[in-house]
């Protein structure tokens, strides 16, 4: 089994900053793609960035030039630094991973249990 651990979300003003953290653990030979999502009451989720194994990256319109992805393969840890918040930036941010547990398995996606971004003034 893998588990997702989050950490990092909280209550900040608008124009600040903040940044998630997600460590994956348990039985994982590789993780393709780890990315973040959010989501809030009434709406789908949205993906916001995703990044490989190899560094690519890409992000939703809507956080780009804002928000910045980052990995540690070392770790298994992914990253979200989110600067410039706006009050519609305030959802449950989800990390989202594609874990393969042997090098003979095709991969399984994980989500993590969530991490609750609040900004207001």
């Known amino acids: 089994q893998v588990q997702l651990v989050e950490s990092g979300g909280g209550s900040v003003q608008p124009g600040g900053s903040l940044r998630l953290s997600c460590v994956a653990s348990?039985?994982?030979?590789?993780?393709?793609?780890m990315g973040w999502y959010r989501q809030t009451p009434g709406k789908q989720r949205e993906r916001l960035a995703r990044?490989?194994?190899?560094?690519?990256?890409n992000y939703a319109d809507s956080v780009k030039g804002r928000f910045t992805i980052s990995r540690d393969n070392a770790k298994n840890t992914v990253y979200l630094q989110m600067n410039s918040l706006k009050p519609e930036d305030t959802a449950v941010y989800y990390c989202?991973?594609?874990?393969?547990?042997?090098?003979?398995?095709?991969?399984?996606?994980?989500w993590g249990q969530g991490t609750q971004v609040t900004v207001s003034s």
């Open positions: 990044i490989t194994s190899g560094g690519s990256t």
């Open positions: 989202n991973v594609d874990v393969r547990r042997t090098s003979a398995t095709t991969t399984m996606n994980y």
């Open positions: 348990g039985s994982i030979f590789s993780i393709p793609t």
